[in-house]
């Protein structure tokens, strides 16, 4: 299902389950609380996006840009973000279950107070990535010896 984005670029609460987004410009589309269980951004820019507690279980991002996105209090759980670049954008609050990063840039990313449970971030780029009182576990992969701010607050599960 191919989406046409209105004029205002307001998708808020739209139920958009399955939706393609794959190649399109998004920068500054609205699609807070929107429900995207399974749509795929695939190389899509999304810079500036607000994508604030919307579902996007099992999303596909693979290169997409995600620069400046908001993404907070979003359900992320089993998304894709292969090679994509989410330089600055905003994860707080946001829940990671099974949320694959390989070689995802998330310089100057932050995830104060996110659940990072059994995400994987093997292979991403951090640079100055906050963290303040994110959630991990043992399924969580690929933050050691990260460059990232405020590791010390990290609560374990």
Known sequence: MVTEIPE??????ADLTGAI?????????????????GADF???NLSEASM?????????FTEANLVYTNFQNANLTGANFLDANAFGAEFGGATFAAATFD??????ATFSGADLSGADFTNAKFSATGV????????T???DGADLLFPETLRHR
């Open 21 to 37: 987004f794959s190649d399109r410009d998004l920068t500054g589309v609205n699609f807070w609380h929107a429900h995207l269980q």
């Open 52 to 60: 604030a507690g919307a579902d996007l279980t099992n999303a596909n």
């Open 103 to 108: 070689r995802t840039d998330l310089t100057a």
């Open 8 to 13: 205002d670029k307001n998708l808020e609460n």
């Open 42 to 44: 695939t190389r899509s």
């Open 132 to 139: 303040l009182q994110a959630i991990v576990d043992q399924d």
């Open 141 to 143: 992969k690929g933050l």
